[in-house]
């Protein structure tokens, strides 16, 4: 079984202007932080998937998944 966590957090920048300083400033982390989260290659504490959620002001399944979120436009079964 993996242990990937998946995530939205670049769509959901991207979707509201946000840069990832400005995101990791808010936040209170590094800016590689969210370079790292966005392409796998760290998986965030709960807390800070929690605070993630919170500043996009979206439930944090919306922000994050154990399995792949589909593609845009993808039709599912």
Do not use: C, K, W
């Not at 202007?17 to 290659?41: C, F, K, M, P, W």
């Amino acid at each position: 079984m993996s242990e990937t966590v998946y995530n939205r957090i670049a769509l959901l920048r991207a979707e509201r202007n946000v840069t990832r300083r400005q995101l990791s400033d808010a936040l209170g982390v590094h800016y590689q932080t969210i370079g790292y989260l966005e392409r796998g290659e760290y998986s965030p504490s709960l807390y800070l998937a929690l605070r993630i959620a919170e500043y996009f002001e979206v439930p944090v399944e919306v922000v994050f998944s154990t399995t792949p979120f589909p593609r845009i436009g993808e039709r599912t079964a």
